[in-house]
């Protein structure tokens, strides 16, 4: 029996290394050798014990980039050496929402790293049906694909159109991809993040203008952005309740509201405000083959890069000893790829 290690999060708090048995991929699956994932904010509320719907002992990673060293029967869209990148949303195919091709809010939907065991490990077997050829893109980049999708899923939700106004709130993984894609859209895009070290990794990393949202006269400074309007879509990525009831204020009438970051409790809009200005709202989840496709596609053109989010890298033999340390209680850390 062939043995490999993998980084298990046993319970909250505590993470070690495990030997196990390396299966063969079954019928209609690759065997991935890991090449490099991605770290999310998932994994980190899965170590703190705050991620619900959340089962220990779990293997994380579900931001991943390997090389196919073994394939199942029936397996022949893809070959041993090829780099692939992984979809990790395993949806049910049946359900109202995937025939409609909404795949991403499948009711039944399982995501590998969370539902059940992900990457943080040698190798993964994985549908082949899950996988995205990336051999024009670079490994780090490729393990960014799931985060930088969501965020296409995001701007995609939200119509974005060449020459539209786009105000992105929250400048961590998720709304410096929204940002970056909007952009590369063609969309004139402005950032809003209270976090002077994550502003600044706007203007250096993405060329983009990034306010304080706050500071006194924000409102003022948008519109100075906008020749004077408000922007036509906001694009929330905060999961902040304070920051996604104050959306609604932040648009021009007959503007678009997309919440891709996530609340747990309830929020609460203005009404008045929400119907003077006939807004749409709109949430977004995950993402869908096609966002994967695109994203994959922006990044072998170089239209975006691992650098928009990419800030710290980890080695996978030494992460469990520094994980609390460098990845939790890392103030400056934006997005972190693991090294195999």
């Not at 062939?2 to 065997?31: D, F, I, N, W």
């Not at 929250?170 to 709304?175: E, Q």
């Not at 807004?279 to 691992?306: P, Q, Y």
Request: charged share 20%; net charge negative; hydrophobic share 45%.
């Amino acid at each position: 029996m062939t043995m490999m290690t993998t980084l298990v999060c046993q319970q909250p708090k505590e993470m070690l290394y495990q030997q196990r048995a390396r299966s063969e991929p079954a019928a209609g699956e690759a065997q991935l050798k890991m090449i490099t994932a991605g770290i999310c904010g998932t994994d980190i509320h899965a170590w703190a014990g705050n991620q619900p719907f959340f089962s220990y002992p779990r293997v994380l990673g579900h931001e991943l980039c390997g090389e196919v060293v073994a394939l199942g029967p029936g397996v022949s869209q893809f070959r041993v050496g090829q780099r692939v990148s992984v979809i990790p949303y395993l949806s049910c195919g049946i359900c109202p929402a995937c025939e409609s091709g909404k795949t991403n809010c499948c009711e039944k939907i399982s995501v590998i790293g969370v539902h059940q065991d992900g990457g943080f490990c040698d190798y993964l077997n994985v549908p082949a049906s899950n996988l995205l050829d990336v051999t024009d893109v670079d490994p780090e980049a490729a393990a960014l694909i799931e985060p930088f999708a969501i965020s296409a899923h995001a701007v995609r939700r939200a119509a974005v159109q060449p020459d539209d106004s786009v105000l992105v709130v929250g400048a961590g993984p998720i709304g410096l991809g929204v940002a970056a894609i909007a952009s590369a859209a063609g969309a004139r895009v402005i950032v809003a993040d209270t976090s002077p070290f994550r502003r600044d990794h706007v203007v250096q990393n993405l060329g983009l203008k990034a306010l304080d949202a706050a500071a006194e006269g924000f409102e003022s400074q948008l519109r100075e952005q906008f020749a004077g309007r408000l922007p036509e879509t906001v694009i929330d990525a905060t999961g902040s309740p304070v920051a996604m009831n104050n959306a609604v204020k932040l648009i021009g009438h007959g503007g678009s509201i997309v919440f891709v970051g996530l609340h747990k409790g309830d929020i609460q809009i203005a009404d008045i405000e929400f119907h003077k200005k006939e807004t749409t709202l709109m949430g977004s989840r995950n993402a869908t083959h096609e966002d994967f496709a695109r994203v994959a596609h922006l990044m072998a053109t170089g239209k975006i890069s691992a650098g928009m989010m990419l800030n710290r890298r980890f080695e996978f033999a030494s992460l469990a000893e520094s994980f609390e340390s460098q990845v939790i209680n890392n103030r400056e850390l934006i997005k972190g790829v693991i090294h195999f």
